[in-house]
């Protein structure tokens, strides 16, 4: 059985998860990069190398950001967030934020090391100063799919809509007994 | 270290993948989903019910789907692709798509039934009519982190720059020894 999951339980499954992926986009063209993340009730916050994502976002701050855990096709929880991009730049005005926000942050497991290494471009190496940003929580959401013979039976597609489809495509018989 | 793969090795390490997230857009806003799909050599094809994404895809069909192995946040390949979507309706003049596009999709492991569920939303069952498309990949790329400790002592970030960081939220300098 697949459910859609309110507000509250979706932050509290997110809250639990440190890895997921982050679309924005520029002229209608989304792109996605995977990133590690922390929560608190209101914002994701992340590092981030300057490069193409950090530049999109700047230009248009609206976001998403999806994390999952998928055991199996039949047992998976989805999260989706939407969201608004925001630069913690290192200027004393942000200093506050940035303190508070580091309480959010696992110092001892560096997880955004691994994502910080430099990239050889072309042979040259990019530039290493590591932004930190947050992303304001606009809406949340989930979905999730339960093992559950009882409700899946009832809930599948029923079997000859699909089978239907895939016959209509075969122009030999004899290829679904294979 | 951290790589950046080119097209031909992008699109080879994709074929051997089934599960991924798509991105797509309305008004610069993301979304994004899981889904499962298959390749071959210029388009993605994937079955989907009719929903959120399906609508903001009619919209505008300017998409990014994003595939990842993650065996470790030092041992990761992440393929990148911008593409455009496209519905193969089941009406007489997209049988030939159609029929062809199904020599890509693994018939007998049914990945896409789990995703085909109905959804309970507020008490109704969603409309269980399988939408059948193909993404046209119009960009593709990757990059990969292996963890090799010659070149990652070489290529990763400083230890001094993010300790900087770090200390520069701390006030008790204690805290960085516990």
């Not at 697949?2 to 924005?24: D, H, P």
């Not at 042979?123 to 409700?151: K, N, Q």
């Not at 599948?156 to 016959?167: D, T």
């Not at 495509?169 to 679904?176: A, C, D, M």
Request: aromatic fraction near 10%; charged fraction near 25%; charge should be positive.
């Amino acid at each position: 059985m697949e459910e859609e999951l309110g507000s509250e339980q979706s932050l509290e499954i997110l809250r639990g998860m440190s890895f997921g992926r982050l679309a924005c986009a520029r002229g209608g063209q989304p792109y996605i990069v995977p990133i590690n993340f922390a929560v608190d009730d209101h914002y994701l916050y992340g590092f981030s190398m300057m490069g193409k994502k950090i530049a999109w976002m700047r230009a248009n701050p609206l976001v998403c950001v999806e994390a999952d855990q998928v055991i199996s096709s039949h047992q998976w929880t989805s999260i989706v967030v939407s969201g608004k991009y925001e630069e913690l730049p290192d200027t004393p005005e942000w200093q506050g934020v940035r303190t508070s926000a580091l309480r959010f942050l696992p110092v001892k497991n560096k997880w955004w090391e691994p994502w910080s290494t430099t990239v050889l471009q072309r042979g040259a190496h990019r530039p290493l100063t590591p932004l930190f940003y947050r992303i304001h929580i606009v809406e949340i959401s989930g979905r999730r799919a339960i093992p559950d013979s009882h409700t899946r039976t009832r809930d599948r597609v029923e079997p000859g809509v699909l089978q239907k489809i895939l016959k209509s495509f075969r122009p030999e018989p004899t290829t679904q007994d294979r």
